[in-house]
């Protein structure tokens, strides 16, 4: 499947993006440090059966490395009403899960969520131990020796986002802290059917997170595979399965 790079841009802000595909429209969040291209593999299974559009957050809002919840919802309300999308399912991952969840509270257009590894609810963590699990993970996930390059392009694409948070280190790490530290959902007003699709072995939210976070959206439902954090990302075909079972 042919995958187009596009750009959408606003008075404030320049979205790049990726879109494959024909069907139902599925728009993909992707998590802190990594872009809409990490995860094309992803995109490739899934744009088999949907038309994907897979945004890159990070470096679009007032050229910020990471931006609040609120202004991505906001540039990403705009980004659906220009593109004219309907009936779309939105998948979130990670820092990506927590800006879907925000996007859901207040639009129609959108027919379920789907949460993978997603924050949501304050976190236990310094910035020193995000950084160490951060590489925890990296280190399980050698472990997929047969998909080498995908962990070669999240090193890279992380490393990435690091290099160029560097100038405005001060202002990355306070947002994720803000990011990380507060409840910025308001779960109330998420009215769309949910479902949280969870690894085992997540190394930054572990299986009792994920059941919290349950409990704060009516009616959703869990569901807990082997993987880890990034499992979506290596483990494509199942996710893709996991995906058409929710839709």
């Keep these: 499947m042919t995958l187009s790079y596009c750009q959408f841009k606003t008075d404030n802000a320049s979205l790049e993006y990726i879109e494959a595909g024909h069907g139902s429209?599925?728009?993909?969040?992707?998590?802190?440090?990594?872009?809409?291209?990490?995860?094309?593999?992803?995109?490739?299974?899934?744009?088999?059966?949907?038309?994907?559009?897979?945004?890159?957050?990070?470096?679009?809002v007032r050229g910020q490395s990471?931006?609040?919840?609120?202004?991505?919802?906001?540039?990403?309300?705009?980004?659906?009403?220009?593109?004219?999308?309907?009936?779309?399912?939105?998948?979130?991952?990670?820092?990506?899960?927590?800006?879907?969840?925000?996007?859901?509270?207040?639009?129609?257009?959108l027919s379920r969520l789907i949460l993978i590894g997603s924050i949501g609810l304050p976190m236990p963590y310094s910035f020193s131990q995000l950084l160490y699990l951060l590489i925890t993970k990296t280190w399980h996930e050698l472990k997929y020796?047969?998909?080498?390059?995908?962990?070669?392009?999240?090193?890279?694409?992380?490393?990435?986002?690091?290099?160029?948070?560097?100038?405005q280190f001060?202002?990355?790490?306070?947002?994720?802290?803000?990011?990380?530290?507060?409840?910025?959902?308001?779960?109330?007003?998420?009215?769309?059917?949910?479902?949280?699709?969870?690894?085992?072995h997540d190394e930054f939210f572990p299986l009792a997170y994920a059941e919290q976070l349950q409990a704060k959206l009516f009616g959703s439902k869990l569901t807990v595979v082997e993987g880890n954090h990034d499992l979506m990302l290596f483990r494509c075909k199942e996710f893709?399965?996991?995906?058409?079972?929710?839709?």
Aim: net charge positive.
């Design 25 to 60: 429209v599925v728009l993909l969040l992707h998590g802190l440090g990594y872009r809409g291209r990490t995860y094309k593999n992803i995109i490739d299974q899934l744009s088999q059966s949907y038309h994907v559009y897979a945004p890159s957050l990070h470096f679009s």
């Design 66 to 109: 990471i931006s609040s919840f609120e202004d991505y919802a906001a540039l990403l309300r705009e980004f659906i009403q220009t593109k004219h999308l309907k009936h779309i399912t939105l998948i979130g991952h990670s820092l990506g899960g927590g800006v879907a969840m925000r996007l859901a509270e207040s639009n129609e257009e």
């Design 145 to 167: 020796k047969k998909q080498l390059s995908t962990l070669v392009r999240l090193v890279w694409d992380f490393s990435l986002f690091t290099v160029r948070s560097l100038p």
């Design 170 to 200: 001060s202002r990355t790490e306070k947002a994720i802290a803000d990011i990380t530290s507060r409840e910025l959902i308001q779960f109330h007003k998420i009215q769309l059917p949910t479902f949280l699709l969870w690894g085992k």
């Design 240 to 247: 893709g399965e996991l995906v058409d079972g929710c839709i």
